[in-house]
C-alpha cells in the first residue's frame, strides 16, 4: 500500500483539488484527470447526499479505502452541516465526525473540524437572502467560531484522536463576513491553540478594499502562526486572492477540475492555477531590503 504524505510535508504552495462527485467510480475518474491536471492532493466531500457529495451508500470504510487508494496523493476529510446545492445536511456534529474518523480509518491523511463543532454559531441558514445580508453588513460576528468552554474541550479531544489515528486535522471556519487581519488572526490563533496542524478561514470579501485586507491578513498569518494555515474569502472579489495567497503564505489553493452546471465557480480549475503557479517565478525575496541595488 502507498505510504502517502501528510498535507504538512508537501511542498508548499500546492494545489488541493475538491471531489464532488456522488459515487466512488466517478470520484476516482474525477481523481485520475485531476492528477494529470497537475493536483497535488485533494478534499473529498463526503455530504452524503449526492448532491456535490458522495452519497450516504458510499460512506463505508470498505468504498472510501477503494478511493483513496486509486491515487498516490493524500486526501483530505469534508463533512459540512450544509452542501454546495445550497441545503443544510441533516447530520449531527457527532455524526459528522464518525463519519470524518472512519474516514481516516480508510485512508484519509487529514480531515476537516468546523471551529464551532459541538456548538453550532447562530445565524441564519447559508445561502438565503437573510445569510447574504448578513455577510455584506460589516458588524456581524463570524460564524463557526465557537468560545463555549465544553465545546472547546470535545474539539481538543477530537483533534487528538484523529492524531492517534495517523492524520492531521484542518480547523476552518466559514465565517460569512469579512475578517480585517486582526481579526484573522484571532480566530487562527484560536485554532493553533487547540491543537489544529493546519488553520482554514474564509473571509468574504465585497470589494477590491476587501481583497486587499485578505492579503494583508495572509501575510500576517505568515509571520504569527507557527502552523500552516489558507487565507482565502468568497466573493466574486475574493477569487484574485485565492491565486495571489499562495505566494504570501497561504499553503495551498483549493481547485476542480471542470465546471459543472450549478456549480461553484469561485473555485478556480487545477490546471489554470498550476499554469499561474508555474509562471509565477523568483518573486520570494533572499535578500534584505538594505541589501537590494534597485528600491
Wanted: net charge negative; with cysteine; hydrophobic share 35%.
Amino acid at each position: 500500500m502507498t505510504d502517502r504524505p501528510l498535507f504538512t510535508e508537501l511542498e508548499q504552495p500546492f494545489t488541493c483539488a475538491a471531489i464532488y462527485e456522488p459515487t466512488v467510480d466517478a470520484a476516482t475518474s474525477i481523481m485520475k484527470e485531476s492528477e494529470f491536471a497537475g493536483a497535488d492532493s485533494f478534499i473529498l466531500n463526503l455530504m452524503g447526499d449526492g448532491t456535490q457529495g458522495l452519497r450516504e451508500e458510499f460512506l463505508t470504510e470498505d468504498h472510501l479505502e477503494r478511493l483513496f487508494q486509486s491515487t498516490s496523493k493524500p486526501t483530505m476529510a469534508c463533512y459540512y452541516r450544509w452542501h454546495f446545492g445550497g441545503e443544510s445536511v441533516d447530520v449531527t456534529d457527532e455524526e459528522r465526525q464518525e463519519i470524518l474518523r472512519r474516514a481516516v480509518r480508510a485512508g484519509a491523511k487529514c480531515v476537516d473540524l468546523v471551529g464551532d463543532t459541538f456548538d453550532p454559531t447562530l445565524g441564519p441558514d447559508v445561502f438565503t437572502e437573510e445569510a447574504k445580508r448578513y455577510s455584506l453588513e460589516s458588524e456581524r460576528p463570524p460564524r463557526e467560531v465557537t468560545d463555549d468552554p465544553d465545546a472547546v474541550a470535545r474539539q481538543e479531544a477530537e483533534i487528538e484522536r484523529i492524531h492517534e489515528l495517523g492524520a492531521e486535522v484542518q480547523m476552518s471556519a466559514h465565517t460569512r463576513i469579512h475578517l480585517d487581519p486582526e481579526q484573522a488572526l484571532a480566530v487562527a490563533e484560536t485554532f493553533q491553540d487547540r491543537g489544529a496542524d493546519i488553520v482554514k478561514l474564509v473571509s468574504v470579501d465585497r470589494s477590491w478594499e476587501d481583497m486587499l485586507e485578505t492579503l494583508e491578513a495572509t501575510v500576517l498569518l505568515d509571520r504569527e502562526l507557527d502552523v500552516p494555515f489558507i487565507m482565502m474569502s468568497h466573493g466574486e472579489h475574493g477569487v484574485l486572492a485565492r491565486y495571489i495567497a499562495p505566494f504570501l503564505g497561504s499553503m495551498l489553493c483549493f481547485t476542480q477540475q471542470e465546471y459543472v452546471p450549478g456549480g461553484f465557480y469561485s473555485q478556480p480549475l487545477t490546471e489554470n492555477v498550476n499554469r499561474v503557479f508555474d509562471a509565477v517565478q523568483n518573486v520570494t525575496p533572499t535578500r534584505d531590503p538594505e541589501e537590494v541595488d534597485w528600491l
